[in-house]
């Protein structure tokens, strides 16, 4: 028992610290992928008057891998079943600075002139199945400055879906729509060299606050500089909540199996009572018999902890092959539950794991050291 308690407070412990590193991974990857590094945009929603400017002196930043002028707007979008308000942007015909061709799930990622003589447009799953619209078909998008009126009518433009893209968060899926910057910048009419925002790559990714730091102290009032922390900061700090929170409560669990163990070598302890009367008699000394009890604990802890090692890896590949433990895409913005086992945690887990039971050993071993021999063997207690 004691040793089915450690290898489950073990295997417990491993198995979440693996499925942390693995949400907090997926987040980031989809988030990183998804979004710009940084933006830069006008205060209060007033457009960039000299965008092209402003991108060439971005571009000079020391860590800026790309830089690039993108017009962000609110639409309606229309297929064949349904109408939905949707964000819309609009890039650079060869693409914009992120990894959304990663997350394309259906079609291709294309933003120019297509076989219809209509631009292409790219947008979410969960957009595209509430509109009722698949690749190759003519949706059409309105765009209006105000409330509508017989002197205010709103702009339409008609686009071909090239592509069908999904990340698994709601927040992208729902409400974003890509196409080339052109037919924005005349579907929402605004100026040849206006833009709404500056969206910026990062070369190296561990770099972004230095970037970003560069950039928001080159870039002065009127122009606000964000990083991608602080725009989608609550789903990093949910996602470092979990990091920060689980291992510890499953961390009770090896507690717990090393408190098993202290019962366990004193059951040991009072079962070999006579025998521990024996070997003092013959002239075993105390350190000698407390040594026996501490490596019959430390012998329990280091089976246990193999077993535990053994059963988070086999959920690890079964996890990978099987998919095992499915989840709501909706709340934890991915299908399956990501493992991602690192191999700091075990050595973590098993130092851990072997100081607690050792320690636990000790008071037991500590009271059959002290055992009187003459009591023993006369009473028999």
Request: a negative charge.
């Amino acid at each position: 028992m004691a040793v089915t308690g450690v290898a489950v407070g073990s295997a417990g412990l491993l198995i979440a610290l693996s499925i942390v590193h693995g949400f907090k991974s997926t987040i980031n990857e989809k988030i990183l992928g998804f979004a710009p590094h940084v933006t830069v945009h006008g205060f209060q929603g007033r457009a960039i008057q000299r965008a092209d400017t402003l991108e060439v002196y971005l571009m000079d930043i020391t860590g800026v891998e790309d830089a690039q002028a993108t017009i962000v707007g609110q639409v309606m979008i229309q297929g064949r079943n349904d109408v939905s308000g949707t964000g819309i942007k609009g890039v650079a015909e060869r693409g914009d600075v992120t990894q959304l061709r990663d997350f394309i799930q259906e079609g291709e990622y294309r933003l120019g002139e297509t076989d219809t003589g209509l631009p292409g447009i790219v947008i979410g799953r969960s957009l595209a199945r509430s509109i009722g619209a698949g690749i190759g078909d003519r949706v059409t998008v309105y765009a209006l400055d105000g409330l509508p009126s017989p002197l205010n009518s709103p702009e339409i433009r008609q686009f071909t879906l090239t592509g069908i893209y999904s990340t698994g968060i709601s927040g992208f899926d729902n409400n974003f729509a890509m196409t080339d910057v052109q037919s924005v910048r005349r579907l929402l009419d605004m100026g040849t060299l206006e833009a709404n925002f500056m969206d910026i790559k990062v070369a190296d990714i561990n770099n972004i606050n230095e970037v970003y730091r560069a950039v928001r102290d080159g870039t002065q009032f009127p122009y606000i500089t964000e990083n991608i922390y602080q725009t989608n900061r609550n789903i990093f700090a949910w996602v470092d909540l979990q990091e920060e929170t689980i291992p510890f409560v499953i961390a009770v669990m090896i507690v717990v199996a090393a408190f098993n163990l202290i019962g366990t070598v004193l059951m040991m302890v009072l079962e070999r009572t006579r025998d521990i009367g024996v070997l003092k008699t013959l002239g075993a000394r105390s350190q000698s018999i407390r040594n026996i009890f501490l490596l019959e604990g430390l012998f329990v802890a280091i089976s246990g902890l193999i077993i535990g090692i053994g059963i988070s890896l086999l959920f690890y590949w079964l996890q990978v092959q099987y998919q095992i433990i499915p989840l709501s895409e909706e709340n934890y913005y991915m299908a399956t539950a990501p493992v991602e086992p690192h191999l700091i945690d075990f050595i973590w887990v098993s130092i851990v794991t072997i100081v607690l039971c050792s320690l636990a050993s000790w008071l037991p071993a500590r009271v059959a050291a002290k055992t009187d021999p003459v009591s023993v063997l006369s009473f028999g207690e």
